[in-house]
């Protein structure tokens, strides 16, 4: 199957400095990626969806300025957590799909990344 | 939007064969099927994707019936590494989003 790598594993950092996290679509080219965050024992939350080339396009009672998506290449996404604060603890996860929109693709995701604001 | 509802746990002991059933109600007429199945501290991982029947792969069998109304994930024979978090996930007609229920916690035992 495809893959998808994050980038870093895991985090650890001082609140008020800001985290980027990189999302790769290894071995296919990924129109479309997602952004994910889940908290202990809770399920996934989608953040947003971001196209290639476009804006991401954020769910309701996501800060778009806080949460910085990139989308600049086929292959890679980026998330910025600005001034992050402990809150923003959690258990990040992207995933890749190879259609424009992401309808009857499947979805493929990263390992995850752990973020922990001190 | 599709809901799932899935069971909330389910206990298995290893070497039996594991049904995990999901209502999706209102599942829309271009929506996929698809199961993932998650450990803690890990991404999802794709199981089985379908839109009607059956259908099987390596890992797991993906029943669907006629009214589209559910579906059911089959693990034949479960071992202790399959215990995990599975997803049951209904796509969007449009965009692709997968919005995800709780899941169901699959406890396999010795």
């Known amino acids: 199957g495809a893959v998808v790598s994050q980038h870093p594993s895991w985090v650890i950092c001082k609140s008020g400095t800001s985290v980027k996290i990189e999302c790769r679509s290894l071995?296919?080219?990924?129109?479309?990626m997602f952004w994910y965050r889940q908290f202990p024992k809770q399920s996934l939350m989608l953040m947003a969806t971001s196209n290639e080339g476009s804006k991401a396009t954020y769910e309701q009672g996501v800060e778009k300025d806080k949460f910085l998506i990139n989308h600049a290449s086929l292959t890679l996404s980026t998330l910025t957590v600005t001034s992050a604060h402990p809150e923003d603890s959690s258990f990040y996860i992207c995933?890749?799909?190879?259609?424009?929109?992401?309808?009857?693709?499947?979805?493929?995701f990263g390992p995850g990344t752990r973020l922990l604001v001190l | 939007l599709a809901k799932t509802t899935q069971p909330i746990s389910m206990d298995s002991y290893e070497g039996q064969e594991v049904n995990i059933t999901c209502s999706h109600n209102n599942i829309a007429t271009n929506d996929y099927i698809t199961w993932y199945q998650q450990f803690p501290s890990q991404g999802p991982r794709f199981i089985i994707q379908?839109?009607?029947t059956k259908v099987t792969n390596e890992v797991a069998s993906l029943f669907i019936p006629a009214d589209r109304k559910s579906s059911t994930l089959s693990l034949p024979r479960v071992s202790l590494s399959d215990t995990a978090v599975y997803y049951c996930?209904?796509?969007?007609?449009?965009?692709?989003?997968?919005?995800f229920g709780q899941g169901t916690e699959l406890s396999v035992k010795p």
């Open positions: 071995d296919f080219q990924a129109t479309t």
């Open positions: 379908g839109y009607k």
């Open positions: 995933s890749a799909s190879a259609s424009a929109s992401g309808l009857e693709e499947t979805q493929y």
């Open positions: 996930l209904s796509a969007y007609n449009q965009g692709g989003k997968l919005i």
